[in-house]
């Protein structure tokens, strides 16, 4: 079965930078587009962030843009998204999804909190 496990999350103080990784198993990695979702505590999940099958043609909201980096790692399985100048309301739960808008299976999450 379909399984996305995200890490990478943790606290940091803004202007700060983390790394999220989504390790993927259960299906043909390579063959997928994915994204990256997020949900702000009280919020709706906003879509953050995706990419197609090859690692080309990223997109971003405009929250993010200019700070945020995705890519992937079709050998490794893995998707990432690197995360820069983190400002306090980029706190969410960060979440990987199949499809590049986040339209298909996720995964259960990763915590980051920017607070000084």
């Given at each position: 079965q379909v399984q996305l496990v995200e890490s990478g999350g943790g606290l940091v103080q803004p202007g700060g930078s983390l790394r999220l990784s989504c390790k993927a198993s259960g299906f043909t990695f390579s063959m997928y587009t994915m994204s990256w979702l997020r949900q702000a505590p009280g919020k709706?999940?906003?879509?953050?962030?995706?990419?197609?099958?090859?690692?080309?043609?990223?997109?971003?909201?405009?929250?993010v843009k200019d700070r945020f980096t995705i890519s992937r790692d079709n050998a490794k399985e893995t998707l990432y998204l690197?995360?820069?100048?983190?400002?306090?309301?980029?706190?969410?739960?960060?979440?990987?999804?199949?499809n590049k808008y986040g339209s298909g299976p996720r995964g259960q999450?990763?915590?980051?909190?920017?607070?000084s």
């Open positions: 709706g999940v906003e879509w953050v962030s995706g990419i197609d099958s090859l690692g080309n043609d990223p997109e971003y909201a405009a929250s690197q995360m820069n100048s983190l400002k306090p309301e980029d706190t969410a739960v960060y979440y990987c999804a199949r999450g990763t915590q980051v909190t920017v607070s």
